[in-house]
């Protein structure tokens, strides 16, 4: 036992004098400085600003904005850094798209204070002019790369990615939208171009880490989670995707019971998550950035707006 304590002994003073004589070991020896972000967000709301009404169905009482700007606050107040960001679909479903035709849905947002948001095909249902002029009512910007909207009323509402800084950390945010051929009228999409949604989101993350030099890319997706077929989706662009680390997705109105991770085209994982529609979940997800691990997802939330919180 005494010659182990000598041992131990022998060792600590040996380390740290060599640590004190040399200052890169020292700096390298250093305790790893942890940063965290929190990302809340939603998908395909669709004009769901009040509670399902109790009527004895399975969501009775759940979703409404009220409940989840509560819930919102509550998360800000406990959590440093935080991002909400929703991926698309905030029109049409309720009465009051019929009636108002978006105006309070965007003044919702805006009153919670996202921070960005993607477009939805039923985002389009009452053209270009109505949702142009929704935009109005905006505090955040709407983000979408593989749009064309030259030569529409669109054209200077959005742009095709943001940077946002949380503490120490740079977060970049683009948006990819879904084939409106077939899906949406031509008279409400009038002259929008589709462009491919890999290639551009490839393309805007290349541009977020080499020249913005983020810490984390994000993309928020209205593509859907999965298809039978070549039809691409939120797995297809996981898979061949090459800098974006995490895709929010919607439009497939998937409850996810967790995240999936995927390997992109250079064997980095890829997290993708949804949380169905009608506002009823809200997504957390908790990251935490460290020197030597770079970014690791620590913690994933469902959180039911207005049951207790699922983990």
Not at 134 to 156: E, G, R
Not at 257 to 282: C, E, F, R, S
């Given at each position: 036992?005494?010659?182990r304590?000598k041992?131990?002994s022998?060792?600590t ?6 640590l ?7 700096g ?16 395909d ?9 109790m009527?004895?169905?399975k ?21 440093e ?5 929703d ?7 309720t009465?009051f798209?019929?009636?108002?035709k978006?105006?309070p849905?965007?003044k ?13 095909n039923?985002d ?23 749009y ?11 742009q ?12 970049g ?7 409106l ?9 009038g ?9 551009n989101?490839?393309?805007v993350?290349?541009?977020l880490?080499?020249?913005e030099?983020?810490?984390m ?6 593509l ?13 662009l ?32 890829v ?9 009823i979940?809200?997504?957390?997800l ?7 691990k770079?970014k ?7 959180v039911?707006?207005g049951?207790?919180?699922?983990e």
């Amino acid at each position: 036992m005494q010659s182990r304590r000598k041992f131990i002994s022998q060792g600590t003073l040996a380390a740290g004098a060599l640590l004190t004589s040399n200052s890169v070991l020292a700096g390298f020896a250093a305790p790893d400085e942890i940063k965290k972000l929190t990302i809340l967000h939603t998908n395909d709301v669709h004009s769901r600003l009040e509670p399902f009404p109790m009527d004895g169905s399975k969501n009775q009482g759940l979703g409404g904005v009220a409940q989840r700007a509560s819930l919102i606050n509550e998360i800000r107040n406990e959590a440093e850094h935080v991002l909400l960001l929703d991926a698309g679909d905030i029109f049409q479903g309720t009465p009051f798209f019929n009636i108002y035709k978006g105006e309070p849905e965007i003044k919702a947002m805006t009153a919670m204070n996202y921070d960005a948001a993607t477009i939805g095909n039923h985002d389009f249902d009452a053209g270009l002019d109505d949702l142009a002029l929704q935009l109005q009512h905006a505090n955040f910007p709407i983000l979408i790369c593989n749009y064309d909207f030259s030569n529409t009323p669109m054209n200077n509402k959005y742009q095709e990615y943001k940077t946002f800084k949380r503490g120490k950390l740079k977060i970049g945010v683009t948006g990819v939208g879904i084939e409106l051929q077939g899906l949406v009228a031509e008279n409400l999409f009038g002259n929008t171009k589709y462009l491919d949604p890999v290639e551009n989101a490839n393309r805007v993350a290349l541009k977020l880490k080499n020249e913005e030099k983020c810490d984390m890319i994000i993309c928020l997706s209205h593509l859907g989670f999965r298809y039978q077929g070549n039809k691409v989706s939120d797995e297809v662009l996981a898979a061949q995707s090459e800098n974006i680390d995490l895709i929010i997705g919607g439009h497939t109105h998937t409850f996810f019971d967790n995240p999936l991770v995927y390997k992109n085209k250079i064997g980095n994982d890829v997290i993708v998550n949804q949380v169905g529609w009608a506002g009823i979940v809200l997504g957390r997800l908790d990251f935490e950035f460290s020197k030597f691990k770079n970014k690791n997802l620590a913690k994933a939330h469902t959180v039911v707006i207005g049951k207790k919180t699922r983990e």
